[in-house]
């Protein structure tokens, strides 16, 4: 039954995932849009998830509480970065969320906090000025109109 449950849950959010790339809008980039390779990842994954449902087969052995728990607040952080990086923009919201996921992985703290230092501007330099993505530098809380 766990297996069933599972193929629904990502079912759903696949399903979420693909309806919500058909809203996004980008004025630069692929001839094809944006939301070409949202929905190339989402309509195999509802698929396959659909599978588990009809085909269910194995056990499911679900890790220790303290495993879960970590996950959990995995994914919170994850949610919080994509709610973060507008208004902090990316440098900052980056900056958090490795250091975030590093101590939740098990990091001592300041180390977390140096690779957060280092990657955040790190990954802002490439993107925006080597890969030419136009990123938010300071984002809509720190001047940008």
């Not at 959990?72 to 949610?79: D, K, T």
């Not at 969320?97 to 992985?105: K, R, T």
């Not at 080597?130 to 300071?138: A, I, K, Q, S």
């Amino acid at each position: 039954m766990s297996v069933r449950i599972l193929g629904v849950a990502i079912f759903v959010i696949a399903a979420l995932y693909t309806w919500q790339a058909g809203n996004y809008v980008v004025n630069f980039g692929d001839v094809l849009g944006p939301s070409v390779f949202p929905v190339i990842v989402g309509v195999p994954m509802m698929i396959l998830s659909a599978s588990l449902v009809v085909f269910p087969t194995g056990q499911v052995e679900w890790p220790a509480p303290q495993r879960m728990w970590r996950q959990a607040a995995a994914l919170a952080v994850l949610v919080g970065y994509t709610m973060t990086l507008e208004p902090f923009g990316f440098p900052l919201a980056t900056f958090a969320l490795i250091a975030l996921i590093g101590i939740i992985l098990g990091g001592a703290a300041w180390r977390a906090a140096l690779l957060g230092a280092v990657m955040a501007p790190a990954l802002w330099a490439l993107f925006d000025k080597v890969l030419g993505l136009p990123l938010d530098f300071l984002g809509t809380l720190f001047g940008r109109g």
